[in-house]
Every structure is written in C-alpha cells, then in structure tokens.
C-alpha cells in the first residue's frame, strides 16, 4: 500500500512533538550488486498505550519493507538477466522519507515519500497514514467531519473552485475531467488545511508533480468537528 512539510524530521535522532510522545527514525542503508538502498523508517515512542503505539509503527513499518522486498527482487531479477546477455545494468537506488505535518488534538498525520531510480529514470510515489492516537484508528476524511456532513460534496466543491482559480496550471477540461474524490481519497492534515492528493494524471496528463489541493480548516469551519478550529 505504498501507492514534506512543516515539521520534516527524518534527519534528526529523536525530538519531541507536541502530542507529548517522541518520534525516532529507524534506518536501512546499504549498496548491493543490484540496489543501493537508503531508508528511512518513522517509530513513535512515548505513548501510554504500548499496543497502540506498536499497532501504528507496525502498520508503516509493514509497507515499508513491502516495498523494499518488492525492490530487491525485481532489481536482483533484472540484475542477473542483464549479465546473462552481457548487457549493462544500472543498479537500483530506492529511498524514504517521512514528515510529520499534524500532531495534535491526539491525532497524528505523517506523510512518506517513497523514491526509485530504475534503468535511468526517476519516480516517486507519496503515501500519508493519519491516526487517532488514542485509538490506533486510521482516519478517514469522513471522520474529520461532523456527523451527517456531505463531506464528498463540500471538498469536491472546493476542489474544482481552486482548479478554476489556478487553471493556468492545467489544460483546457481539467474542471470537467474531475470526477471527484473516491470513498479512501488519500490526504494529509497540517496545523491549518485539510491537504488532498491526488494521482499524477488523475486530473491532467503529463504533470510532473502531485496535484495538491490545501482546503483550509476556517472554510470548513460549519463542517468539520471543533478540535481542528481550535
């Protein structure tokens, strides 16, 4: 499921954030035949309930190194096919990196950067996982919002009001194309806007980055629940 920001931290040991716990940073580095790898892995610390906090490193752990098992074996695979015919191989270089753009109110968002250069070209892929950290919930944007909210309705709206604002960045159809955020619409939070993320040609073809759409919290201030307005 692997698919930056204020408070970017994968450089540092360990420092302390605002929801009282610590965040650490586990590190993979090494150069093989076939692949150079240099991740970096985000570990919560310093929470009262040692299950949940286990359950949330967990679950970024887990597709972390789902994505690096992926990696080795289709570099180690090409690797070796390529020296059969004699052939020049580039190896792999694959990274992460993590930033943690919301960290309060109990609730964390943390984004991942997952990044490939393979046969010469470069990719990158963004993930982002927001947790209730009393809980151990993954939430979603329904649960941001008060009960009974259209939710899907009112971010579409903004949506294609910051695409008309900004449709010198797009081609011609953009607003039409936009047929609107799915059920598990990947997003992020920060200190004052709901983030959404969308694919690279989800919206308009050939860009070279991810389309990021900041709705901020005072314009959903009759939508969403009172914790994000404080």
């Given at each position: 499921m692997y698919n930056l920001y204020p408070f970017y931290c994968p450089f540092t040991n360990c420092m302390r954030i605002s929801n009282?716990?610590?965040?650490?940073?586990?590190?993979?580095?090494?150069?093989?035949?076939?692949?150079?790898?240099?991740?970096?892995?985000?570990?919560?610390?310093?929470?009262?309930?040692k299950n949940i906090e286990n359950q949330i490193n967990n679950s970024i752990k887990s597709d972390i190194m789902e994505?690096?098992?992926q990696m080795e074996e289709s570099a180690n695979e090409y690797g070796m096919q390529a020296e059969k015919v004699g052939k020049?191989?580039?190896?792999?270089?694959?990274?992460?990196?993590?930033?943690?753009?919301?960290?309060k109110n109990n609730i964390a968002s943390i984004t991942i950067f997952y990044y490939e250069f393979i046969?010469?070209?470069?990719s990158y892929i963004k993930t982002s996982y927001n947790f209730n950290l009393n809980s151990g919930k993954s939430l979603s944007l329904k649960d941001l919002f008060k009960q009974g909210v259209s939710y899907k309705q009112i971010i579409n709206k903004e949506i294609k009001k910051y695409l008309i604002q900004n449709k010198e960045l797009y081609i011609p159809g953009t607003v039409t194309n936009f047929k609107g955020i799915s059920d598990d619409q990947p997003f992020y939070l920060d200190n004052e806007n709901i983030v959404i993320y969308l694919g690279f040609n989800e919206i308009a073809p050939n860009i070279s980055e991810i389309p990021i759409i900041k709705i901020p919290f005072s314009?959903?201030?009759?939508?969403?629940?009172p914790i994000f307005l404080n």
């Open positions: 009282n716990i610590a965040i650490d940073s586990q590190q993979i580095n090494s150069t093989e035949k076939y692949i150079k790898k240099d991740l970096k892995i985000p570990v919560l610390k310093g929470m009262k309930n994505f690096k098992q020049k191989f580039i190896p792999f270089i694959i990274s992460t990196n993590y930033s943690i753009t919301y960290n046969n010469g070209k470069h314009t959903l201030k009759n939508y969403i629940k």
